[in-house]
């Protein structure tokens, strides 16, 4: 079973950036479409980005033009680099695969954005 370790969350105030990163136990990001989710108190778990085996990206409206995922096979790591951050994207963010039955799901990283 892979194991996801997700790191880089904290605290922010708006409109500052931060970049949050995903390790795995194996290879796998250049095997699978993979992507970043979040979840925020009292709503459901939601796909903000995803990359597809060759590279091609896909963002939810609510983060498009300010969130960039990207990865790094040799490294095995995934990240999600967060720009012109809101109020609103305060959550715990997770990396897993994007299509298919998600593997376990890591402990997430917090993003608190405040003033």
């Known amino acids: 079973q892979v194991q996801l370790v997700e790191s880089g969350g904290g605290l922010v105030q708006p409109g500052e950036s931060l970049r949050v990163s995903c390790a795995a136990s194996e290879s796998i990001f250049s095997r699978y479409a993979m992507g970043w989710y979040r979840q925020a108190p009292g709503k459901p778990r939601e796909l903000v980005a995803r990359?597809?085996?060759?590279?091609?990206?896909n963002y939810a409206d609510s983060v498009k033009g300010r969130f960039t995922i990207s990865r790094d096979n040799a490294k095995n790591t995934m990240n999600l680099q967060m720009n012109s951050l809101k109020p609103e994207d305060k959550a715990v963010y997770y990396c897993?695969?994007?299509?298919?039955?998600?593997?376990?799901w890591g402990q997430g990283t917090q993003v608190t954005v405040s003033s």
């Open positions: 897993n695969r994007a299509r298919g039955d998600p593997w376990s």
């Open positions: 990359i597809s085996i060759v590279g091609s990206t």
